[in-house]
C-alpha cells in the first residue's frame, strides 16, 4: 500500500497536473438522449447543436435559452454530423454525410444547401459574413466554396481522406489534415500550399487560431503541437504521458497564451501555448446508456477569466471553474 501511494505521487508530480475536475458550477440538458455533435462560438455565446432524439437547436449561452430549431434537410431523421459557426457570429454551416447548408443566425433562416455526391462529407468550416465554406471529404479533397458567386477551388494536397478543417475568419486561409500524416496551411485564393506539416500517424484535428498567431496539428498517436502561422516554425509540442491522446475539439483563447481542448474520453484541458504544459483539467458527465460510459467532448469555450464551457456526446452543456492561470 505504501509503495502505492507513493507511485501515485511520483506520478502526480511528474504530470504536473491538478486533480481532475468533474464537478461543473452548472449542467443545463441542451439535446434529450444525447448529441451527434456540437459547435460553440468563439466568443461563448451561441452553441448549436445537433440532437439524436431531435433536429439541430441554437442556444444562446448568455440567457441559456433556445434560440432557434433547425430542420436540415426536412423532417425525418437528424443525420447532422458536422456543424461550424462563423467568427462573427454571422453563419452557420450544418453537414450530414452528402450534403451542407448555410444558416443565417440573424434571421434563423437558411441560405442554401448543397450535396456532394462523389465522396463524403468529413468537417466543414465557414469565414465572416458566410463569404466561403471549406468541405474536408472522405477522397481527400478539400473544396473551398463560395455561395455568393459559386466558385469553387479544389485543394488537391492530401492524398487519403480528409478528418479535420478549419478557416481563418477573412477566408483566405485554410488549414485540413488527414489520414495521410500531413497538416496544409493553404490559401483559398489560389490553393497554393503556405507550410506543410508532418506527422508521425494520421492528423485526427487542426484548428487555427482566429488572431492569425498559430496553427493546431494533432495526430492519432501522441503528437499534437502548436505552430506559428508567421513563420511555420514549431513553437511547442503538448506535454502527456498517454500513449495514444485524441483531441475531438481546440480553441485558442483570445490573448493567445492558452490552448484549450476536449478528447473523446470526457477530457477537457487547458494547455500552455508557449511551453506546452497541461495546466488543468475536466471531465464531463457520461452520456446515458450502457457500459462503458463515456462522452465526447465536442466543442468547448472561454466564457470569462474564471470559467469555461463544453458541449459534448451527453446531450449537456456544462459551465466549469478556471483557475486564474490567466
Known amino acids: 500500500m505504501l509503495l502505492f501511494f507513493r ?12 486533480f481532475i475536475t468533474d464537478a461543473p458550477l452548472k449542467s443545463s ?3 434529450e438522449g444525447g448529441a451527434l455533435a456540437a459547435v460553440i462560438s468563439n466568443d461563448a455565446t451561441i452553441s448549436v447543436v445537433s440532437g439524436i432524439s431531435q433536429n439541430v437547436t441554437v442556444w444562446d449561452l448568455q440567457k441559456d435559452q433556445v434560440k432557434y430549431h433547425w430542420s436540415h434537410q426536412g423532417e425525418g431523421n437528424n443525420l447532422v454530423v458536422s456543424l461550424a459557426i462563423a467568427y462573427d457570429n454571422s453563419y452557420v454551416v450544418t453537414s450530414d454525410r452528402e450534403a451542407f447548408g448555410l444558416w ?17 462529407i468529413r468537417d466543414v468550416a465557414v469565414s465572416d459574413q458566410g463569404r466561403g465554406i471549406l468541405v474536408g ?3 481527400g479533397k478539400v473544396m473551398f466554396f463560395e455561395p455568393v458567386s459559386g466558385r469553387r477551388l479544389e485543394f488537391l494536397g492530401h492524398q487519403e481522406k480528409i478528418n479535420s478543417v478549419d478557416i481563418s475568419p477573412n477566408g483566405f486561409y485554410a488549414l485540413s489534415g488527414g489520414n495521410d500524416y500531413v497538416a496544409y496551411l493553404w490559401d483559398t485564393r489560389n490553393g497554393q500550399v503556405i507550410y506543410k506539416f508532418a506527422h508521425p500517424s494520421r492528423v485526427s484535428k487542426v484548428a487555427l487560431d482566429p488572431e492569425g498567431r498559430y496553427a493546431f496539428t494533432a495526430d492519432s498517436q501522441k503528437l499534437a503541437r502548436i505552430w506559428d502561422v508567421q513563420t511555420g516554425k514549431e513553437i511547442s509540442r503538448l506535454s502527456y504521458f498517454e500513449r495514444q491522446k485524441i483531441f ?9 497564451k492558452y ?3 476536449g478528447s473523446p474520453t470526457r477530457r477537457i484541458d487547458l494547455w500552455d501555448v508557449q511551453s506546452g504544459e497541461q495546466l488543468q483539467e475536466w471531465r464531463v458527465a457520461p452520456r446515458d446508456g450502457p457500459q462503458p460510459q463515456s462522452a465526447v467532448v465536442y466543442a468547448v469555450g472561454f466564457l470569462s477569466e474564471f470559467s469555461l464551457i463544453s458541449e ?3 446531450g449537456l452543456a456544462e459551465v466549469w471553474p478556471l483557475e486564474s492561470n490567466k
Open 104 to 120: 443565417n443566425l440573424a434571421s434563423g433562416e437558411p441560405e442554401g444547401f448543397w450535396r456532394i455526391d462523389e465522396s463524403n
Open 137 to 139: 471529404r472522405s477522397n
Open 29 to 31: 440538458v441542451h439535446s
Open 312 to 314: 459534448s456526446s451527453s
Open 248 to 256: 475531438s475539439s481546440a480553441r485558442f483563447s483570445k490573448d493567445g
Open 7 to 18: 507511485l501515485w505521487i511520483i506520478s502526480l508530480i511528474l504530470t504536473g497536473c491538478s
Open 259 to 261: 490552448l484549450l481542448t
